[in-house]
């Protein structure tokens, strides 16, 4: 009896010192776990062998199919066991930071961790899934796709459910960065090509205007001379001026990828309010340096204008140039209205779950930049120029250059014998143009512009409209029994034109008598009119008015476990 149970206690610790070392085998050292990534190039790790092979060819094609619409890493790992870890949690965590699964930077990666022997999984999630991905929804995914078939022992069915639910979700979220090379890097290209065309396009719009120099107004012109309305410059290069705005985002757009592409600061842009605000500066800033770009046109513009008009053609004062800014301030909120929505889409994650982040990238970019380019556009446009000087410049009409005024004692040898009495009776005085060019020393009075210059309206004639109507007395009328009688009294005096000889009678100055009743003013405003010529003419003074391993992500432990 003594020896029987000698001989049970000396099996027993024989084989407790057997097995003691069998159950450490199990627990294999997160640094001996295969890398699928850089064994292979896949993303299954099965060492507890409980996968098929048909159901780890179909993860692995899911999972790199994942990868390549936004760059977020799934790794799937079956254990034994995970001591001497505290916990499956523990175990799990440290073997994502190792890995470094999902993109360094982005952290969009996902593991799901199977301990066979403990009977429990756990999919860790990454920083960057976090604020996207709840641990509430993992653990929901856990309950509903996988423990149903884990506790029937169909780890295949199982894993498939948990991959696709989760792969599913992933590829709803805009991860960054983009893929810099070759598609932005191409925008970028056709952009500077587009901005640069768009240069030459306005530059020789401009030359040809200068050559052209088309009237505006037939007002503005006679057989020798015509006068030039200086246009806005959208006139004349609108095109051009939207071709250049158009290259000019497309080199915005391929700046933000490739500044979003940098895995240094991609970090700073996984939360979708950071990645508006990163394309929002970065917009604003190529905007400010193509300032000077937009500049340089209207420098060049003014050059041509001065050139052109001889004289220096400029902006009027700031503070009218400043008024001219601030009343279109409402066209710039139109502008940024299609930004300042896109940014509140931006904000909302329902939303921007339902946009590839391609297109929601491309076009934010393009209408914050557009907006800040037709913001330069309208004030290049509209200069305020002050273009008084030019309106004094008159062109030939057979050469097209400018012509030049002559000095008084040249241009009074082409005036008409009434224009001369105009001026010496100083009712008018005569500005004269010719051509050079076209009419070198002329002696004829048709190759010659004459300008006049009224300085007393009151004087032109209304017979032959010169300005060579004077005051004389009655007694000095070629008429004096033909003007009839005006309210029973006879004309005091009259008006003479020294060229025509027209007589105007003046007739005295007579109240009309007026009617008016009870609560009305004693006289009306019509009572106060003269039946006099020269009292009607009088002015009061009014004036007119993919690679061989993880990304290199990591995780704070994010996610959720469960047994089965």
């Known amino acids: 009896m003594k020896g029987s149970l000698t001989k049970i ?9 057997v097995l003691l070392p069998i159950d450490p085998l199990f627990a294999i050292p997160i640094r001996d776990i295969p890398n699928p990534r850089r064994l ?20 692995n094609q899911r999972i790199s199919q994942l990868a390549a619409n936004n760059s977020s890493e799934i790794a799937v790992v079956t254990v034994p066991d995970t001591l001497p870890s505290a916990t499956v949690k523990a175990y799990a965590t440290e073997l994502f930071n190792t890995w470094g699964i999902g993109k360094r930077g982005i952290d969009n990666g996902v593991l799901f961790l199977i301990s066979a022997n403990e009977r429990r999984i756990e999919i860790e999630t990454g920083r960057g899934v976090s604020p996207y991905i709840s641990d509430r929804q993992v653990a929901q995914i856990i309950e509903e796709q996988i423990k149903p078939d884990f506790k029937r022992q169909n780890y295949d069915r199982g894993i498939i459910n948990g991959v696709e639910e989760m792969a599913g979700r992933l590829e709803k979220i805009n991860f960054y960065p983009f893929p810099f090379v070759p598609i932005y890097s ?17 530059t020789l719009r ?11 107004d037939k007002s503005l012109q006679n057989s020798v001379v015509f006068q030039v309305k200086i246009p806005q410059l959208d006139k004349i290069a609108g095109g051009a001026m939207w071709t250049t705005a158009i290259g000019l985002s497309a080199i915005a757009i391929s700046t933000n990828a490739w500044l979003l592409s940098q895995e240094m600061l991609t970090s700073l842009f996984v939360n979708p309010i950071n990645q508006f605000l990163a394309t929002l500066s970065v917009s604003l800033i190529i905007a400010l340096t193509s300032i000077l770009f937009w500049f340089s046109i209207e420098q060049y513009w003014l050059a041509q204008l001065t050139q052109i008009f001889q004289t220096p053609i400029q902006r009027h004062e700031w503070n009218q140039f400043r008024a001219a800014v601030i009343g279109k301030l409402g066209l710039v909120i139109v502008i940024h209205f299609p930004a300042l929505a896109v940014g509140w889409l931006l904000l909302s994650t329902s939303i921007l779950l339902t946009i590839p982040s391609h297109l929601l990238f491309a076009l934010t970019s393009l209408m914050l930049m557009i907006g800040y380019q037709a913001i330069l556009m309208y004030v290049v446009n509209d200069m305020s120029l002050d273009d008084k000087l030019a309106k004094q410049q008159y062109f030939c009409q057979a050469c097209r250059t400018s012509t030049h005024r002559l000095v008084p004692d040249l241009a009074n040898q082409y005036l008409t014998k009434p224009e001369s009495m105009a001026v ?52 000095q009328s070629r008429k004096p029994k033909k003007f009839p009688k005006k309210a029973s009294k006879d004309a005091i005096s009259i008006r003479q034109c020294q060229n025509c000889f027209h007589e105007e009678p003046v007739y005295p100055f007579i109240p009309t008598p007026v009617s008016y009743s009870s609560g009305t003013d004693y006289y009306s405003s019509s009572d106060y009119s003269s039946s006099s010529s020269s009292y009607d003419s009088y002015d009061y003074g009014s004036s007119s008015s993919s690679s061989s391993d993880f990304g290199g992500g990591s995780s704070d432990g994010g996610g959720a476990g469960s047994d089965w």
């Open 186 to 202: 191409s925008i970028g290209l056709v952009g500077v090509a587009i901005a640069i065309g768009g240069l030459v396009w306005i």
């Open 206 to 216: 401009i030359k040809a205007w200068c050559q052209k120099l088309p009237t505006v």
């Open 9 to 17: 206690i000396c099996l027993i610790f024989l084989l407790w010192a």
């Open 424 to 475: 010496s009776l100083g009712n008018a005085t005569y500005e004269m143009y010719s051509c050079d060019r076209c009419y070198p020393q002329t002696r004829d009075r048709k190759y010659v512009y004459c300008q006049p210059i009224i300085l007393n309206e009151d004087a032109v004639c209304p017979k032959c409209n010169y300005p060579t109507l004077i005051d004389a007395e009655l007694k």
């Open 40 to 59: 292979n190039g896949t993303w299954v790790s099965d060492v507890a062998n409980i996968l098929s092979a048909e159901t780890e060819s179909r993860l």
